[in-house]
Nanobody, 116 residues
Framework: VQLVESGGGSVQAGGSLRLSCTAS????????MGWFRQAPGKEREGIAT????????VYVDTLKGRLTASRDNAKNTVYLQMLSLRPEDTAVYYC???????????WGRGTQVTVS
């Protein structure tokens, strides 16, 4: 199984980014997926999940209204669209596969997002 994130980079505050995660080696259309992030000196936090049927949940209050999670099962890809980025959004963003409840069995290597 591989989860490969892309789309990270350096942006100015107020800018936007769309992260992508392409999966291989798993039954993607039947898998619930998610995104985590880890900021410097902070614990990793779960920010969003995307169910196999496409429904989404955002778990970080400061991201609600600025973040859209989505998926394209034909491309085995999930997306994280982030708007109005803030310096506190600076983190490594990870794609994950969700199993039961709040459990995740596969992780990507992460993509760096830096907001200045």
């Amino acid at each position: 199984v591989q989860l490969v994130e892309s789309g990270g980079g350096s942006v100015q505050a107020g800018g936007s980014l769309r992260l992508s995660c392409t999966a291989s080696g798993l039954a993607f259309s039947n898998s619930s997926m998610g995104w985590f992030r880890q900021a410097p000196g902070k614990e990793r936090e779960g920010i969003a999940t995307i169910m196999s049927a496409g429904s989404t949940n955002v778990y970080v209050d400061t991201l609600k209204g600025r973040l859209t999670a989505s998926r394209d099962n034909a491309k085995n890809t999930v997306y994280l669209q982030m708007l109005s980025l803030r310096p506190e959004d600076t983190a490594v963003y990870y794609c994950v596969r969700s199993t039961m409840g709040w459990a995740f069995d596969y992780w990507g290597r992460g993509t760096q997002v830096t907001v200045s």
